[in-house]
């Protein structure tokens, strides 16, 4: 994604090339790499933020909470070059140890429900009761102009200027799966720098908030009122992977409808499979805007970390999300490593035009084609 509206930030390394994927638009302000336009981050020595870094240098600069060094940290995560690759993955290894002290919070709705500007009065309320805070986004079908993070900024402009919060656009192009990738790495980096919460934005559209739901704690879902039947238009799918249902923009001539859809939904969460073992999914009313129940919903996360923790549903679900993950990326890589082999690029298209001629069966070309896998070696 390159065009002449964006440019790259300016702690892209010098020889980055076209494997950093982080742009911004140009003329936007401070807030898309996580720094606050209002003032430098504290340890952010000027005129030093393009100097390359050793692993040394992004490992000690994330633990010592520098924004400058955790933003270009994030980049090296991002980028798709096999030798930045590396030297992320090493960072990350040295990290890990420092990660996972932090709620993460996955937030999702269809587009247009308030995610952003929840995330703002949420963000705002941790951050006056002394959380610092970091907002990531997935988002692989968003382009700059809509529906991501740095798109719509303008209203987490308040937000963005807190020195204790820390906004990283969505990392632009490629497939979910590696947006994910990086979304999941940049998380565990913020981990490392300090930020006790981290809200993670997914616009609703399918595979995304499966993504979202499988690298989060807790996961909200946002909706807004509708005329008639509530449920039109949600996947049951969708509120069931969900810990919380916000009925946001509560407040105004919407305030009735919305108290009406939330009894709604209660009702037909009775009906549902929770998201999480022994706790129950319920709806509650809230407006972005005027900030009402906001707060309450604070007290809803925090009740919910501490129900998991005592009963060990948050601890097991991390076990799982890292295993399901570590399967995740071995499926990722064998497949990519298959497709690559010259001997299946040799034989492939000659035998997918035969299974679609249908004279091949299916499952004798796909065993045909596994046959080329070199043997195990141990
Ligand atoms: N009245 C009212 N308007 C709201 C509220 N929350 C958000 N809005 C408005 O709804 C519009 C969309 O808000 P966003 O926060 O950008 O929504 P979003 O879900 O992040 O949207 P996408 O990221 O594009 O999917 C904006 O014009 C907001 O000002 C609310 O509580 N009450
Ligand atoms: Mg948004």
Redesign the pocket.
């Known amino acids: 994604m390159s065009d002449s509206t964006t440019r790259k930030p300016d702690w892209t390394p010098d020889d980055a090339g076209d494997a950093f994927t982080t742009r911004i638009v140009a003329g936007v302000g401070g807030g898309h790499d996580g720094l606050s336009a209002a003032a430098p981050p504290a340890g952010a020595a000027s005129g030093t933020a393009r100097r390359p870094l050793s692993v040394d240098g992004y490992v000690n600069g994330v633990l010592a909470g520098d924004r400058a060094v955790l933003a270009r940290a994030i980049t090296l995560i991002e980028s798709n070059a096999p030798a930045h690759f590396e030297q992320a993955q090493e960072v990350l290894r040295r990290l890990l140890p420092h990660s996972g002290q932090a709620l993460r919070v996955g937030i999702t ?10 995330i703002e009065a949420l963000g705002l309320e941790l951050v006056g009761g002394g959380h610092p805070i970091a907002v990531l986004a997935v988002d692989p079908t968003s382009s700059l102009t ?2 991501s993070i740095l798109g ?1 900024k303008t ?1 987490m402009e308040r937000l963005s200027r807190e020195q204790a919060a820390f906004i990283r656009p969505s990392p632009t192009g490629g497939v979910l799966g590696g947006v994910a990738r990086k979304t999941r790495e940049s998380m565990l980096v913020c981990e490392a720098a300090g930020f006790d919460v981290i809200l993670v ?1 997914t ?1 609703g559209t399918g595979q995304s908030e499966v993504t979202v739901r499988s690298m989060v704690d807790f996961f909200l879902l ?1 909706l807004i009122p509708g005329g008639g039947d509530e449920l039109q238009g949600i996947k049951k799918g969708v509120v069931e992977l969900a810990d919380a249902i916000a009925i ?5 001539e ?1 305030k009735t409808r919305a108290e009406a859809a939330r009894g709604e939904y209660n009702r037909a969460l009775h009906y549902l499979t929770p998201a999480t073992a022994g706790w129950h999914t319920r709806a509650y009313t ?5 900030g009402a129940g906001v707060g309450h919903l604070w007290e809803v996360i925090g009740r919910f970390r501490e129900h998991t923790t005592a009963t060990g549903a948050f601890a097991a679900r991390r076990r799982e999300q890292a295993r399901e993950w570590l399967r995740t990326l071995i499926d990722e890589q064998l497949r990519a490593a298959f497709y690559d082999m010259p001997a299946v690029r040799a034989a492939l298209p000659g035998i997918e035009a035969a299974v679609m001629a249908g004279e091949l069966p299916a499952t004798a070309a796909a065993r045909e084609l596994l046959r080329l896998l070199p043997p195990a070696r141990d």
């Open positions: 709705g269809v587009p247009g429900a308030g995610k952003s500007t929840l809509r529906g719509d209203r934005e616009v946002v946001n923009k509560a407040d105004g919407n809230c407006s972005a805007e005027t």
